[in-house]
């Protein structure tokens, strides 16, 4: 009875899997990099690793986002909080 269930479950998993590849593929459903996934898991800011895989300094990122340098760097280190629109605006240029 419990190989049933689990084979049952298996081919659910796989059913799923297929689906969310199938949306992967047509660009309906995102992926996040390995790389950035490890920065963040590692400790690294989101915004941080985010930057690192677009290959854009801080001073290019902060450009494009309107804000300043400094700005950045105390978002990135966590000693400075931002604001929605900050963070729209780092979305946008990442």
């Given at each position: 009875?419990v190989?049933m269930i689990e084979e049952k479950?298996?081919a659910?998993?796989?059913?799923?899997a297929?689906?969310?590849?199938?949306?992967?593929?047509?660009?309906?459903?995102?992926?996040?990099?390995g790389d950035?996934?490890r920065?963040?898991?590692?400790?690294?800011?989101?915004v941080?690793?985010?930057?690192?895989h677009?290959g854009?300094t801080?001073?290019?990122l902060?450009g494009?986002?309107?804000?300043a340098r400094a700005?950045?760097?105390?978002?990135?280190t966590r000693?400075?909080?931002?604001?929605?629109?900050?963070l729209?605006?780092l979305?946008k240029?990442?």
């Open positions: 009875m190989a479950e298996y659910r998993d796989i059913r799923d297929k689906i969310i590849m199938a949306r992967v593929k047509t660009g309906a459903e995102g992926t996040i990099p950035v996934v920065a963040i898991i590692g400790g690294a800011h989101p941080r690793a985010w930057r690192a677009r854009l801080a001073a290019a902060a494009q986002a309107g804000i700005y950045l760097s105390q978002i990135e000693k400075r909080k931002k604001t929605a629109g900050v729209r605006a979305a240029a990442l």
